[in-house]
């Protein structure tokens, strides 16, 4: 993998395409695109299972709600990756169900009645949030001057550091063994580190192709194990349908009510925040420039897909953070590859049977998997906040209490127990809670003063240019896109003519990356 030498952005997209606008081959698409699907999968129904089950729905309700959640992200995960009109951010974002909306729903739902009764007004919600979404679309992008370098890489980190706990849950073996005695097992251990291992080895010793395969190998090489010695059940294949399609308002016409609708609004202006910080961290990773337009089009589609959610069956949507990890790791930055996986989430939202397959991959070794993507994401959040001065108290404190913030739900849930049911279903995350805290700090220091944030002068790294995106661990050389040397550490001389953050004359962060 050569490196580029340093020129203008419109010269280099006049020689060859970005690499996230590059069309791989069909091969490749097919194998990238399917990773992205396993790596999603236990994530994307996670949520339909806890509403279902909290609901109290029966086991074919819940695996209705599984096949239309499917789907629509299927749907979802197109538009954001492919672009229709402005909707869509055309970077490689895989759209699923937002965790963040999971305690509204079940507050809601519950207010409602529960089983179905509560799911319509739930979608009512949903729609109306959707709408509003894709409405403030372009005045919240306008925003993101206030979505600093320092507020951008502290969401991302709280997003890692509060997912790791889940794959940590699943290498136990996942939150439905909690309170008995297979639940920490060394079997399902032995299960979660011996995927991960494999992972690391194929990394470490594969070729470069294989080495951007090696989520999918390791979830293949896991589940092969745990079947040999008959601890994978594909006795749930067997009985799913082959066919079967989500109608929209399956069950029923939504019922929109004012304070479960304002819940909702809430939630997806939280799930904004994170959006925002998830196209930044795509763009990142992928050296392809992210603006104000780039955000809204992201959020536009994040609109349009919790509409359709609601209107098919499933809930709110947002840019999945475990793929974005993903991403990361195999350096396949090509957004046809999130379409290919969108049009595997579509056949296997309409082929029962083909999801079962994929659901009957055991939960330690999907932790095994989640530990290595949940903390790349954290380390994005890291490597973004290694432009920021932490030197300075302020962001140092911006940092600190958002994490602290973050880790309130789990450390202190009778703390939340204590509050008023409507509250708590809108505060009881720790991604809403750090993301809102780095928000309003940053205000505070930031914002609403006149002391300039010091920061590292973005400008100096416009240079780097994007790398190749399917020899992803240097088959042609050793350049590596994140070396020390392209990215000037916090020592960088800097001073008070080089404002950073929510002064910036752009209006928004200056990424330093350039576009095509």
Known sequence: MARVSRQDPEQFSQQRAHPVDEVLPVGKLTLY????????Y????IVPIVLGNALGLSREELVYLINADLLT?????????????????????????????????????????????????????????????????PFFSKLVKYFPPI???????????????????????????????????????AYALGTLLFILLIVRLGKPYLSSLAVLLGLVAGTGVAWLLGDVDFGGVKNADWFGVSTPFHYGMPKFELFPIIAMVVVMLITMVETTGDVYAIGEITRKKVDNATVANALRADGVATVLGGVFNSFPYVAFAENIGLVRMS???????????????????????AGSVVAAIPHPVLGGAAIAMFGMVAAVGIQILGKVDLREERNALILAVSLAA?????????????????????LNSGITLGSLTAVLLNLFFNVFTRRKTMEIDWDEIEGDEPAETHEPFGAHGPADPYAPQAHPGPHTPQGPHHPQGPH?????????????
């Not at 509560?118 to 959707?130: D, E, K, R, S």
């Not at 202190?412 to 509250?423: L, N």
Request: glycine share 16%; proline share 6%; with cysteine.
């Open 42 to 45: 236990a994530g994307a129904v």
């Open 73 to 137: 992200c299927g749907i979802a995960s197109i538009i954001q990756a492919l672009g229709v009109w402005k909707i869509g951010a055309r970077l490689p974002l895989v759209q699923g169900v937002t965790f963040t909306a999971v305690s509204p729903m079940i507050a809601i739902g519950l207010g409602a009645g529960g089983g179905t009764a509560g799911l319509l007004v739930v979608y009512g919600a949903v729609i109306t949030a959707g709408i509003a979404t894709f409405l403030v679309a």
């Open 504 to 516: 910036h004359p752009q209006g928004g962060p200056d990424w330093g990356i350039p576009g095509r």
């Open 33 to 40: 695109g399917f990773q992205h699907v396993l790596a999603f």
């Open 406 to 426: 973050a880790l309130l739900p789990n450390a202190v849930a009778p703390f939340f127990e204590r509050m008023p049911e409507d509250v708590r279903a809108v």
């Open 151 to 189: 507020v951008i890489g502290t969401i991302l980190t709280v997003i890692g550091l509060t997912l790791i706990p889940q794959g940590l849950q699943d290498a136990a073996g996942g939150a439905q063994l909690k309170g008995h005695a297979e639940y920490g097992d060394p079997k399902n251990l």
């Open 331 to 353: 350096r396949v930055m090509s957004r046809f590859v999130v379409v290919a996986a969108g049009g595997f989430m579509i056949v296997m939202g309409l082929l029962p049977k």
